[in-house]
């Protein structure tokens, strides 16, 4: 009875949103200001470009090392505890960023950023999905990740309004990130802890146990898949949209691309798509047709991007937008993975699952196409070469996962 109580618009929502809002904008924040920032801290261009790779890849072993932490204290200590501690270290990391006078530094407090990052999203989407009901929790975990998206919306327009052409002005982008991150915990107030943890956690039962997930062969097949599926995501965003410049100009368009509007239109569309695929996903009654269908418009957008020679810029920003809207399934793809596991161990899932589809970027999909080039012959041919493999691997994992709609969650795993 409890949770057909709950309002889609209720405070673990709001929260839940609010907080990976910032999430997203201090996620990406560094990649929008990489240039100006490093600049400003006196490294050359070829330092910026080296430099930045590697604060980059510390803040994604940030991510997993984080992922794996907040995953398991979530079912350990309560899905409340985790979102907020998570909100505080990225908050105190966010500002860290804003003081920071040299590359080693910035390398590492985005490390700790990182750390702090990895757990606000499954910590929440998991407090969301246990508390509401069976049959509209798909909305809710869709809202909080629909709101959090347009953090790198956000992110980008920050950039423009305030980083001056000499770098000036990028510590403020940290200072705002940290103070909306702090006042985003006054609303804790009045936030309740999930009923079904509170439940188990007075059970005798293993609780944030990692380690149950490669000890039994179907929990196994289930944890992969729900990575998997996620490739498409960051295949997109990783690939096609960060090197836009690059595939543009392969294709002959016909004037300067800028990555960065490539995504801030893509997140843009991004959001759209992940508020409306719980609604379309409450009309199907199915979490796999809803993702399939947006499999279909990813896949359609996909072509459409590679046929693009000779095209106007704002033809390829348009592809972009239709790439994000076809992406935007990140909420169901948690949710699906939150759905699948008991509660001594949801956390846990929900909070690594989206880590290691993040860190799947720079493990599986660039290796792939950096490896691709070579033979390919041409950066334009690897891509839609990592582009088949890419989508034959998430398509079969999809197929092999569970429907989860309306699944009772008030369990546990033995």
Excluded at 119 to 125: P, Q, R, T, V
Excluded at 214 to 243: C, D, H, M, Q
Excluded at 324 to 337: E, I, N, Q
Excluded at 355 to 370: T, Y
Aim: aromatic share 12%; charged share 15%.
């Amino acid at each position: 009875m409890e949770q057909k109580k709950q309002s889609l618009f209720n405070l673990a929502v709001i929260v839940g949103a609010l907080g990976y809002f910032v999430d997203i904008y201090d996620l990406l924040l560094f990649s929008i200001i990489r240039v100006p920032s490093l600049k400003a801290l006196g490294l050359s261009a070829d330092d910026i470009a080296k430099r930045g790779a590697d604060i980059i890849s510390t803040q994604m072993i940030g991510l997993l090392i984080g992922g794996i932490i907040w995953g398991v204290l979530g079912d350990k200590l309560g899905r409340l505890r985790v979102l907020f501690a998570s909100i505080i270290l990225y908050s105190l990391g966010s500002i860290a960023n804003g003081l920071v006078h040299t590359a080693g530094q910035y390398e590492l407090v985005r490390f700790i950023t990182g750390l702090g990052l990895a757990g606000e999203l499954g910590a929440g989407i998991t407090l969301v999905s246990e508390i509401m009901s069976k049959e509209r929790r798909g909305l809710g975990t869709s809202l909080v990740a629909g709101i959090g998206l347009s953090g790198a919306v956000f992110a980008y327009f920050i950039r423009v309004w305030l980083v001056q052409p000499n770098g000036e002005g990028w510590r403020t982008c940290y200072f705002i990130g940290g103070g909306l991150g702090f006042v985003l915990l006054l609303l804790r107030v009045g936030v309740l802890e999930s009923g079904m943890y509170k439940n188990m956690a007075h059970a005798s039962v293993r609780r944030g146990n990692f380690f149950m997930l490669f000890t039994n062969g179907r929990r196994l097949k289930k944890y992969l898949t729900s990575i998997l599926i996620a490739l498409p995501n960051w295949y997109v965003i990783g690939v096609l949209i960060t090197f836009a410049d690059k595939f543009a100009k392969e294709m002959n368009v016909s004037g300067p691309v800028d990555p960065g509007l490539g995504i801030m239109v893509a997140y843009a569309a991004i959001s759209i798509g992940d508020v409306a695929i719980g609604f379309i996903s409450q009309w199907f009654r199915s979490r796999k047709k809803a993702l399939w269908l947006f499999n279909f418009i990813t896949v359609v957008a996909v072509i459409w991007y590679f046929n693009l020679q000779n095209a106007t810029p704002t033809t390829l920003y348009w592809a972009c937008v239709l790439l994000g809207l076809g992406t935007g399934f990140w909420a169901m793809f948690v949710t699906m993975a939150a759905e699948q596991f008991g509660t001594n161990i949801r956390a846990t899932v929900a909070t690594t699952v989206p880590n290691m589809a993040r860190g799947s970027l720079s493990l599986v999909v660039l290796p792939l196409f950096h490896a691709l080039q070579p033979s390919a012959g041409a950066f334009y041919k690897a891509g839609w070469m990592t582009g088949i493999i890419v989508f034959a691997v998430a398509f079969i994992a999809l197929a092999l996962t569970e429907e989860t709609f309306g699944k009772d969650l008030n369990y546990i795993e033995v």
